[in-house]
């Protein structure tokens, strides 16, 4: 399952948003992958996430591959956008 979701947070992320991102991730059983232009990270391994440039309008594609993967994109996709 894959969703492209536009970041709509005040701030460019930084170290303790992307750990609070990446500790959302690990709740779910599912794989996480977070896709930027030809980059394709683990949303649960912190360098990875940390290698991408995530801020307010960038549009990042999230896919999410298991038992609760819906579970997964949706708590994904509201962080980045609430």
């Not at 399952?1 to 959302?24: C, F, G, S, Y």
């Not at 599912?30 to 649960?44: H, L, P, Q």
């Amino acid at each position: 399952m894959k969703r492209d979701v536009v970041i709509q947070m005040n701030n460019t992320m930084e170290a303790t948003p992307i750990a609070h991102l990446v500790q959302l991730a690990n709740q779910f059983e599912s794989r996480v992958y977070f896709e930027m232009d030809t980059k394709r990270v683990n949303a649960k391994s912190i360098m990875g996430m940390m290698s991408l440039v995530l801020s307010t309008g960038t549009t990042v594609t999230i896919d999410a591959e298991g038992s609760d993967e819906d579970k997964a994109i949706n708590a994904m996709e509201n962080f980045l956008t609430t």
